[in-house]
């Protein structure tokens, strides 16, 4: 199966708070992106609101119940109280937990398994029993002892953050070592049981070689280049390009 696009809706709602504006609608422009083929949305709302609000995550889960049934819906963020109840609220289809500071600009870097893994279990489980999935934001440096790790929380997926490769976009050879170690950690997190997703700074120039490395990543959740592109393709024609991207047939 080619890998499925999740369109990331942070940075459309970070536009649309620049004024005491409805426009750019996140929930028009996740209709289009899902009109245009993509799986899924993703969101991650932080709790000081800076793009996505709390008041976005029922408006996005009643347009994907009504009138996109197959999607699904992807809440980040970190396992605060807070945050749990607001996904068990919602009832996303996938929950990814990062282990943001909220003062982070963006998510950069993964959770450290030897410190949190017990930490995370009952969280894990917490959020399994309400019927969601969970993934969790894991460093792609290839530490087999730390995907082992992740999957003694009992979770689903993990996450690979592939920041640092999105970074490589003028140093093919750097960009090719941190390829192969992204594979590695899937492989890795693959033969322990684990689905794989992957997130952070992709493009429709470097996902070809991410997806030929791990053909086997179950989604990729883009929001940045994928926002990006859409000011100069339309969000519907950025879509179907970054599903091109991800092997899919458009």
């Known amino acids: 199966m080619p890998t499925k696009?999740?369109?990331?809706?942070?940075?459309?709602?970070?536009?649309?708070?620049?004024?005491?504006l409805p426009w750019p609608s996140v929930e028009a422009l996740g209709?289009?992106?899902?009109?245009?083929?993509?799986?899924?949305?993703?969101?991650?709302?932080?709790?000081?609101?800076?793009?996505?609000?709390?008041?976005?995550?029922?408006?996005?889960r009643a347009l994907i119940d009504d009138e996109f049934p197959d999607a699904e819906f992807n809440i980040e963020g970190y396992p605060s109280e807070d945050f749990l109840a607001l996904c068990e609220a919602t009832?996303?289809?996938?929950?990814?937990?990062?282990?943001?500071?909220?003062?982070?600009?963006?998510?950069?870097?993964?959770?450290?398994?030897?410190?949190?893994?017990?930490?995370?279990?009952?969280?894990?489980?917490?959020?399994?029993?309400?019927g969601m999935r969970v993934s969790l934001f894991a460093d792609g440096d290839g530490d087999v002892e730390a995907v082992k790790l992740a999957r003694a929380t009992g979770a689903d997926r993990i996450e690979l953050y592939t920041g640092p490769y999105g970074g490589c976009f003028d140093n093919p050879v750097l960009g090719a070592e941190i390829l192969e170690k992204l594979g590695r950690t899937a492989d890795a997190a693959l033969a322990e049981g684990l689905g794989v997703?992957?997130?952070?700074?992709?493009?429709?120039?470097?996902?070809?070689?991410?997806?030929?490395?791990?053909?086997?990543?179950?989604?990729?959740?883009?929001?940045?280049?994928?926002?990006?592109?859409?000011?100069?393709y339309g969000m519907a024609e950025t879509v179907r390009r970054f599903r091109r991207a991800c092997g899919q047939v458009v």
């Not at 696009?5 to 005491?20: E, G, Q, T, Y």
């Not at 991650?44 to 029922?58: A, E, G, K, N, V």
Request: proline share 7%.
């Open 197 to 232: 997703n992957g997130g952070h700074d992709l493009t429709v120039a470097n996902l070809p070689a991410l997806v030929k490395r791990i053909p086997k990543m179950a989604e990729v959740s883009i929001g940045h280049g994928l926002t990006a592109d859409a000011l100069e």
């Open 31 to 60: 209709r289009i992106a899902l009109q245009a083929g993509a799986a899924g949305l993703t969101v991650h709302p932080r709790p000081d609101q800076r793009h996505i609000r709390f008041t976005d995550l029922p408006v996005l």
């Open 91 to 130: 009832q996303p289809e996938q929950v990814t937990l990062v282990p943001d500071d909220p003062t982070q600009a963006t998510s950069d870097h993964g959770f450290d398994f030897r410190a949190t893994g017990e930490m995370l279990k009952p969280i894990v489980a917490r959020l399994n029993k309400g």
């Open 5 to 20: 696009l999740s369109v990331n809706l942070n940075a459309i709602a970070m536009l649309r708070n620049r004024r005491d």
